[in-house]
């Protein structure tokens, strides 16, 4: 008797965006993960993570964030997510200070992160303590639904992950955590689908197609403005094997410029 597929796990990742200072193009943040982690190790990806239950501890304190109204349980746990795993990955913060309608500058998201994030990543202190000790609120309203894609059937590690679009808060910069991420960088995704052709990065399937999709977009606002309001197709690739090779079937309306990919040969 087959075993029922297991359900996918609640995912979220943010794609931070800021305008390159050269040339007309804009710069996601993106880190290498690690080669022992056992999910995509290796590969370059965009910082993010599972939801986990202190995001859903956090609902339940609407005055920790902003931006939430309408939204039911599920979207503002993966939005809450987002936030807090890019803080994890990246140090970069999402939040205003209580009361303001500014992000938290650059000097006091560096501070919270030097006293906070270590902790947070090795679960001695709470997102929910972080927020409440620092006065923060979440800006769940910076960001933009961008994608969401579920991980086929069959596969040993399924994630059910919403990808969100958000302009970088000015002058974080950002940094790996040296633990789940050996390296990050600033890069155009030219410059990431490039290396990903020569080999200097390893780019999983979904990383290259939103890559793709995104560097259609000059400007930060453009690509805010393009998704904004925008309805999301869910993409749940099929594989399938043909003349020798493999492919991924995904929805045309989706927007990727396709439907059938070619991923390799059948070994």
């Known amino acids: 008797m087959t075993e029922p597929a297991k359900p996918p796990r609640p995912a979220s990742t943010i794609l ?15 880190m290498v993960r690690h ?3 056992d999910f995509n190790s290796g590969a370059l990806v965009f910082p993010g993570g599972s939801v986990d239950k202190g995001d859903k501890e956090i609902i339940a304190a609407p005055e920790l964030y902003s931006g939430g109204e309408g939204l ?8 809450i ?10 140090g970069i913060l999402l939040a205003r200070p209580k009361g303001s309608n500014a992000l ?14 270590a902790d947070l990543c090795d679960s001695k202190i709470s997102f929910l303590k972080v927020l409440t000790d620092n006065g923060m609120v979440l800006a769940l309203d910076e960001l933009v639904p961008y994608a969401h894609w579920i991980t086929p059937e069959g596969m040993p590690k399924r994630f059910d992950t919403w990808f969100f679009l958000a302009a970088a808060p000015p002058e974080q910069v950002g940094a790996h955590d040296g633990k789940e991420s050996t390296d990050s960088i600033w890069v155009s995704p030219r410059e990431a689908l490039e290396g990903g052709e020569t080999g200097r990065f390893k780019l999983p399937f979904p990383t ?15 690509a805010l403005g393009d998704s ?5 197709v ?13 492919q991924l079937r995904i929805p045309l309306e989706a927007g990727y410029d396709g439907d059938v990919f070619e991923v390799g040969s059948v070994g």
Do not use: C
Request: avoid cysteine; charge should be positive; hydrophobic fraction near 40%.
């Open 16 to 30: 931070l965006l800021r305008d390159a200072t050269a040339r007309k193009e804009i710069e996601v943040f993106m």
């Open 35 to 37: 080669y022992e982690i």
């Open 72 to 79: 039911d349980e599920a979207t503002l746990s993966f939005r």
């Open 81 to 90: 997510a987002a936030i807090r795993e890019t803080f994890e990955e990246s």
């Open 104 to 117: 938290v500058d650059a000097v006091r998201a560096s501070a919270i992160e030097a006293a906070h994030r």
């Open 208 to 222: 290259t197609r939103n890559l793709i999709k995104l560097g259609k977009q000059d400007s930060v606002q453009a």
């Open 228 to 232: 904004r309001g925008k309805s999301v």
């Open 234 to 246: 869910t993409v749940t690739p099929i594989m399938t094997k043909d003349n020798g090779g493999r």
